[in-house]
C-alpha cells in the first residue's frame, strides 16, 4: 500500500486523485444527465445544455426541490484532475497495473476529445427552398447582420454585427452601429429572437411598423433552435444625417435587403452565423409525407444536387436516418417548412455538423478496450496458474499420504 501523506499538500493531492471524489463526481454527473434530461422538455436540448453542462454551478429543479449542483465545467474538470493524479500518477507502476493505466489514458483520450469538441466543432444548418443554392451553414444559436458590397465581384468583404451587440433592443430601443469602411450608418432596433412575417392587409393596428405592407410579430422563442427565426428592424442614414431607407430583416427571409448609399448597392441580411462547406448543394426538390388525412408529416426528404469544387454534379437525397457525410461534415435532414400546414413556398432544413474529434471516441474506445482485455487476460492466467500450483500442491500432499498409508 502506498505511504498515507502527512502533509498538507499531500493530503490534497491524494484528495485530488481519490477513489471517493471518483464517485461522488459520477453521482454528479449522473444528476446533472437526468435532471437536465427531464428539463429539456420544457427549455429545449441547447438550452439546457448551456444551463447544466456549460456551467459552473446549476440550480437543477429535482420536482418542487432545488438543487444547487457543480456544473458540467467543475465536474468535469475535477474528473480530469482525478484522473491524472489517481489513474496516472499515483498509481503503482507494476505488471499488474499495465492494463489499468492504458484503459485510464483511453479515458483521458476521450475526455481530450470531448474538450476539442466543445472548443472546435460547430453545428448548424442550412435552410433552402426549392431551386436555391448554398455552399454556407448557419449556427443554431447566436445571429448576426452582414453588409457587403451588392456590386463586388470575386472575394467579397463582409462587416458583420454580432447578436451581442443588438441582443438588447427589444421594443422602441435603438442603437447606431458605425464601420469607417460604410458611407452611411445602420440603426438596428425592435431586436426579436423570434419572429414570423406578416402582412399587413386586414390586420388592423400592427404590433410593429410596416416595411413594404409588412411587418414582424415576436412569437415566444422555441425549445427547439431550428425553429427560432430572429427578426430586427433596420435604418440607413447617411452621411449628414440624412434617413435613406427603412427595412426588416427576418432570419429566414430569401434575399437580402438591397439599398444604395454613397453612389454604390449595398446588401444587409440577417443571418446564423457562417461557416463555409467545401461543397455546395441545391435543392432540386423537398418530399413530404403526411399522414392520413393529416398535416403531419410522416416522412419527409430533400433531393439534393452536391457539386464539388471541381464542378462535379452528384444527385443525392438526405432522409431521415440517411445523412450525407462527406469532407468532416454530416447533413442530415432535420425540418422543413412553412409549418403547421400554413401556405406558401416549401423549404427544407438540413442539419450540419463539423466535429474535428469525430474519430477520438472510437480509437480512445479502442484503447479502454485493450487495456481492459489486458487487465482480464492476466488476471485469468494468474488465476489459472494460481489454481495449477494449487491442483499440484494437492497432489503432492495426496502422494504423501498414500505412501504413509504404504509404510503402515
Known amino acids: 500500500m502506498a505511504k498515507k501523506p502527512t502533509t498538507l499538500p499531500g493530503k490534497l493531492f ?13 453521482v454528479n454527473l449522473f444528476l446533472l444527465t437526468w435532471l437536465g434530461t427531464l428539463e429539456q422538455v420544457e427549455k429545449g436540448i441547447h438550452a439546457v445544455q448551456g444551463e447544466y453542462f456549460e456551467s459552473w ?7 418542487p426541490i432545488k438543487l444547487l ?9 475535477l474528473f480530469v484532475v482525478n484522473l491524472f493524479v489517481g489513474g496516472l500518477v499515483r498509481i503503482r507502476k507494476t505488471k499488474a497495473t499495465i492494463g489499468i493505466i492504458i484503459a485510464h489514458v483511453g479515458i483521458a483520450l476521450m475526455m481530450a476529445g470531448g474538450l476539442v469538441e466543445h472548443m472546435y466543432s460547430s453545428y448548424g444548418r442550412v435552410v433552402l427552398y426549392e431551386g436555391d443554392e448554398a455552399d454556407q451553414f448557419q449556427e443554431y444559436a447566436g ?8 456590386d463586388a465581384v470575386g472575394s467579397i468583404e463582409e462587416f458583420l454585427i454580432p447578436q451581442s451587440d443588438f441582443a438588447d433592443l427589444g421594443g422602441s430601443a435603438s442603437r447606431t452601429f458605425q464601420r469607417a469602411e460604410l458611407p452611411f450608418d445602420i440603426i438596428l432596433k425592435r431586436f426579436m429572437v423570434n419572429s414570423e412575417l406578416e402582412e399587413a392587409v386586414g390586420v388592423g393596428i400592427p404590433s410593429n411598423p410596416v416595411v413594404d405592407g409588412h411587418f414582424l410579430v415576436g412569437k415566444p422563442k422555441d425549445k427547439e433552435e431550428e425553429r427560432n427565426f430572429a427578426g430586427v428592424y433596420a435604418t440607413i442614414v447617411a452621411e449628414g444625417g440624412k434617413k435613406v431607407e427603412d427595412s426588416l430583416l427576418w432570419g429566414i427571409a430569401r434575399n437580402p435587403w438591397v439599398f444604395e448609399a454613397g453612389g454604390k448597392r449595398w446588401a444587409m441580411v440577417l443571418r446564423n452565423a457562417t461557416h463555409t462547406m467545401p461543397f455546395s ?19 419527409y426528404s430533400s433531393d439534393v444536387i452536391r457539386t464539388d469544387p471541381d464542378g462535379t454534379e452528384h444527385k443525392l437525397r438526405i432522409q431521415m ?23 406558401g413556398d416549401p423549404y427544407t432544413v438540413l442539419a450540419v455538423s463539423r466535429n474535428p ?18 487487465t482480464f487476460i492476466a488476471r485469468l492466467l494468474g488465476f489459472l496458474a494460481k489454481q495449477q500450483r494449487k491442483a499440484v500442491g494437492q497432489a503432492g500432499k495426496s502422494g504423501e499420504k498414500a505412501r504413509g498409508k504404504s509404510a503402515a
Open 14 to 26: 491524494a484528495a485530488l486523485g481519490s477513489f471517493w471524489l471518483a464517485i461522488a463526481l459520477l
Open 281 to 299: 448543394l441545391k435543392l432540386e426538390k423537398f418530399i413530404k409525407d403526411d399522414h392520413p388525412g393529416m398535416a403531419m408529416a410522416r416522412a
Open 69 to 77: 449542483l457543480p456544473g458540467g465545467y467543475v465536474t468535469m474538470g
Open 321 to 343: 436516418n440517411e445523412p450525407l457525410r462527406k469532407d468532416g461534415l454530416i447533413i442530415y435532414q432535420a425540418s422543413y417548412g412553412p409549418a403547421d400546414g400554413k401556405p
Open 357 to 374: 474529434s469525430d474519430r477520438i471516441p472510437w480509437i480512445s474506445v479502442g484503447v479502454i478496450t485493450l487495456g481492459l482485455m489486458w
Open 143 to 150: 445571429w448576426e447582420v452582414a453588409i457587403w458590397n451588392a
Open 57 to 63: 454551478l446549476v440550480l437543477a429543479k429535482a420536482g
